[in-house]
C-alpha cells in the first residue's frame, strides 16, 4: 500500500492551480482549495499564499532603513514575527531570515573564518527535508510529469472550468432563455415594419447604467451664491479627460514597480557577470567598510567665552603678573607660581576637528542584539558588551544628529555639579565648562578623573573604564583625516625607454607586445623612484626631526676666519637644510612660503666615491682612548666655555691665560646659573609629569599595593600552612613508631583483665548459687509447723547468719 505524506516543496504546476483556485473560491475556503492539490494539506496552502503568492508580498532587495527598523523592533518585541511583519511590511520568515543573516554577518566579522557561518549551518545537506519550503521559489516542471500529477491537473483544470456543475447548468438555460427572447422580440419588430409600424426599440439594461448614472446620486439645492464659474470649470475639465486610460489616472501597481526593479536588477547582475565586474562578498564588505555616510546636518557648538568672561581673565592675567614680580626674589615662592604671561599656543595651526566617523550602526545593533541572544542569567552572572546605547524610547529607530567637536570642550574643566547625584556611587561629571585648562599651570583644577581610574574600584568598573578607554581611541583614530601621499614621479624620455628595448627579443618575436612595454616602463619608474628617494638627506631617509625655519646667521656664511673649505661644507649644508624643509617637511610642520633653490642632482657614482673616501679616511683614524682624554683634560684646563648674553646664539671657548681671575669667576657664575636655570625647568616639567603620573597611574598603583598586601597576606598564609604539614608528618612519622608498641601493650593489659573478669564471674556464678540453695532451705524451714518451734525458729536464724 502506497502511503502518500503531505508537503514538500512546491512546483510551478501547483502555485499556478493555488492561484486560481484562489481567484475562484477566495481566501476563506482553504480546504476547498487544498482538495485540488492531492500533495498539500489546507494549512500549507494558507502559508504559501500569504508568504509567497500574495501580490502585496514584497520581494526586492532589504534597504539600511528596514533593516534598522527590523532590528529595532526585534529588540522591542523578540521572536514576535507575526507582530513584527507588518510593521517593515514584509512577511514573517522574510524577517526572521533577514534577521538570522543580520547575526551571521556580525557573527562572521567577529570570529573570521574560526568555525561554519550560519550559512553552512543552515544549508541542508542530502537526504534532510526542508521545514519552510513555503517560503522558497517554486521548483519548475518537469518534462515528463507523473501520472498523479497529469491527474491533478486535469481535475482541476475540469473543475475550476466548472462545466458540469448544477450552476452552470443553469446559467446555460437562462442565456438560452435570453437568446430565445431577443430573436422573438427581433422577428416581431420586422413583422411591424413590413406593416408600415415603425416601432422605436429601447433597450433594457437590468440593473443600472453606471456610464450614464450616478448611483445614490441627490442633486443638491440651490444655494445663495453663483457656481457657474465652477461648472463651467468642470466642464472644461471633463472635455480635457477624454480619451485617458484609467491606468494613467490610477498610477502603476507596486506590483509592477517591483516587477520591473526585479528585472532591472536581474539584467544588471547579467551584464556585470558577463563584463567581468561581478565583486566577490569579501571585497565587497571591505569596501561597505569604507563608504562615508551622507552628509549630516552641520550643528555647530555655542561659544565658550562671552565678553564679559574676557574681561575677566585679561584681570586674572595682570593680578597674576604682580603677585610673580613681588615674589620673584625668591626661588622657592617662584616655584609656586605659574606662568601665565603667555596664552596657549598649540605647537601646530589647529584646525577645525572632524565629526568623529560613524560606525555602520546597523552591523553594531546586529552584534548587540547576538550578545543579548547568548548572554548567561542574572543568576550566573557575567558581564555584556554591548555597543552604544540601547534605545527603548519608541517603535523605530531614533535618528541621531552629529554634531561637530568643540576643542575647548573636550579639554575643559568639567563643573562638579554636587547638587545633582547620578545612578552610580561613582558620581556624575557635570556638563558645564567653567574654566579652560591650558591656562591651569600648577594643575590645581584638573580633576582627579573619577571616571579614568579612582581607587577602591570594582572589576566590573575597571572593565568598563578600559573599554570606554579603547572606544574613545578608536574615535580619535577615526576622526583622523586620509594621508596625503604627494610623489614626484620622474618619467623617463620615450627615446631612452626605447633604446633600452633588447633587439634579440625584437628581432625574434617581431613587434613587441604593448603590455610588455608597459611593464618595462613601470620598472624603469620604479627603480628611478627608488633611486631618487635614496638620493634624499639621511636625516629626511630616517625621518629625523628637521627645523622647519632655517637661519642664515646661525651659519655664518660670511665669517671671515673660515677658509675656503669650511665655507663650502656650510653653504652646502644651509643649502639642504633649506631644500629639506621646503620639500620634505617633518610632520606638523609647514613649508615655508618662499621659494627655495632646487639642489645640483649628484650622480650616483659620484656619491659612492665619497661614500668610499669617507670611510678610507676614518679607516686611518685610530683614536687612542687614553691619548683622548689626556688631550680633553688639558683642553679643559687651558680653555673656558664662555656663555653667550643671547639666548639665539652660541657661546665661545675662550683661554685662561687670557683672561683675569673676576672674568674668570664672572663666567662660572653665569655659567652656574644657567645651570640652575636648567635645573628649574627640569624640575617644573618633572614635577608636572610626576602630576600627570599620579592622574594616570593612581588607580593602578593603588590597585599594586592592595595586590601587594594580598601577596605578603597569602605568603604567610602559606607559611604558617607549610609548617603545621610539616608538624603533622613528624607527628605522623612518632605515632607510625609508637603506635603499634602502644597497641601490643594495651591488648596484654586486655588479656590480663578478661582473665580477671572469667575468674569473678565463676566467683560471682558460685556464690548466687549457694544464695538461692540457701533461701530454698529457708523458705522450707518456715513452712514446717512442729512442736519445737522455737528450736527450729532459733536453728533458722542461726543459718541465716551463717549465709
Known sequence: ????????????????????????????????????????????????????????????????????????????????????????????????????????????????????????????????????????????????????????????????????????????????????????????????????????????????????????????????????????????????????????????????????????????????????????????????????????????????????????????????????????????????????????????????????????????????????????????????????????????????????????????????????????????????????????????????????????????????????IRQQLADHFKSLPKPKNDFEIVVPDGAKATDEVPKEAARVNGDEDAADIEARELTARQKEEEARLRRRSQAVQRGLPRPSIVRADIFDLSGEGLDDIDKIIRQEMFAMLQNDAARHPAPGQLPPKRKVQPLEEIPDDTMAKAKELLANEFGKLKIDFDQFTEVHDQLTAEWIYARSDSPQTLGTFRPLSTLSETDQIQIHSSNLEAHRDQMRKDAARAQKLEKKLNVVLGGYQSRAHKLRREIIEQWRALEETVIEKKSFDMLKEMEDVGGPWRVERLKKELGVLENRERELQGTFKGLMEERERLQKRIEELKGRKGANGQMEHGDAQAMEVDA
Open 1 to 468: 500500500m502506497r502511503i502518500l505524506i503531505k508537503g514538500g516543496v512546491w512546483k510551478n504546476t501547483e502555485d499556478e492551480i493555488l492561484k486560481a483556485a484562489v481567484m475562484k473560491y477566495g481566501k476563506n475556503q482553504w480546504a476547498r482549495i487544498s482538495s485540488l492539490l492531492t500533495r498539500k494539506s489546507p494549512k500549507q496552502c494558507k502559508a504559501r499564499w500569504y508568504e509567497w503568492l500574495d501580490a502585496s508580498i514584497k520581494k526586492t532587495e532589504w534597504s539600511k532603513e528596514e533593516d534598522e527598523r527590523l532590528l529595532h523592533l526585534a529588540k522591542l518585541m523578540p521572536t514576535q514575527w507575526r507582530t513584527i511583519a507588518p510593521m517593515v511590511g514584509r512577511t514573517a520568515a522574510q524577517c526572521l531570515e533577514r534577521y538570522q543573516k543580520l547575526l551571521d554577518e556580525a557573527e562572521a566579522k567577529e570570529g573570521g573564518e574560526l568555525g561554519p557561518t550560519g550559512d553552512d549551518v543552515r544549508r541542508l545537506r542530502p537526504g534532510e527535508i526542508d521545514p519552510d519550503p513555503e517560503t522558497k521559489p517554486a521548483r519548475p516542471d518537469p518534462v515528463d510529469m507523473d501520472e498523479d500529477e497529469k491527474e491533478m491537473l486535469s481535475e482541476a483544470r475540469a473543475r475550476l472550468a466548472n462545466t458540469q456543475g448544477k450552476k452552470a447548468k443553469r446559467k446555460a438555460r437562462e442565456k438560452q432563455l435570453e437568446e430565445a427572447r431577443r430573436l422573438a422580440a427581433l422577428q416581431k419588430r420586422r413583422e411591424l415594419k413590413a406593416a408600415g409600424i415603425d416601432v422605436r426599440h429601447k433597450r433594457k439594461k437590468r440593473g443600472m447604467d453606471y456610464n450614464a448614472d450616478i448611483p445614490f446620486y441627490k442633486k443638491a439645492p440651490a444655494g445663495f451664491w453663483d457656481v457657474n464659474e465652477e461648472k463651467e470649470r468642470e466642464d472644461r475639465e471633463k472635455r480635457g479627460m477624454t480619451n485617458v486610460l484609467l491606468q494613467k489616472l490610477e498610477g502603476k501597481r507596486r506590483a509592477d514597480v517591483e516587477e520591473s526593479e526585479r528585472k532591472k536588477d536581474a539584467k544588471r547582475q547579467k551584464t556585470k557577470k558577463e563584463s567581468g565586474e561581478y565583486v566577490p562578498p569579501q571585497v565587497k564588505r571591505a569596501a561597505e567598510q569604507l563608504q562615508f555616510s551622507e552628509r549630516k546636518k552641520l550643528v555647530l557648538p555655542a561659544p565658550q567665552v562671552s565678553e564679559s568672561e574676557l574681561e575677566e581673565i585679561v584681570k586674572i592675567g595682570a593680578a597674576g603678573e604682580n603677585a610673580k614680580a613681588i615674589v620673584d626674589t625668591d626661588s622657592a615662592s617662584a616655584s609656586l607660581l605659574g606662568d601665565y604671561s603667555t596664552s596657549f599656543r598649540a605647537p601646530t595651526p589647529m584646525r577645525t576637528p572632524r565629526t568623529p566617523a560613524v560606525g555602520d550602526t546597523l552591523k553594531a545593533q546586529a552584534r548587540n542584539l547576538r550578545a543579548m541572544e547568548f548572554a548567561q542569567t542574572p543568576l550566573l552572572g557575567g558581564d555584556i558588551d554591548l555597543e552604544g546605547s540601547l534605545d527603548f524610547a519608541g517603535a523605530t529607530p531614533k535618528p541621531a544628529a552629529l554634531q561637530t567637536p568643540n576643542p575647548m570642550a573636550l579639554q575643559a574643566t568639567p563643573s562638579d555639579n554636587t547638587g545633582q547625584f547620578g545612578m552610580t556611587p561613582r558620581g556624575a561629571r557635570g556638563a558645564a565648562v567653567e574654566r579652560t585648562p591650558f591656562r591651569d599651570a600648577m594643575g590645581i583644577n584638573t580633576p582627579r578623573s573619577s571616571e579614568y581610574g579612582g581607587f577602591g574600584e570594582t572589576p566590573r568598573a575597571e572593565r568598563q573604564r578600559q573599554s570606554l
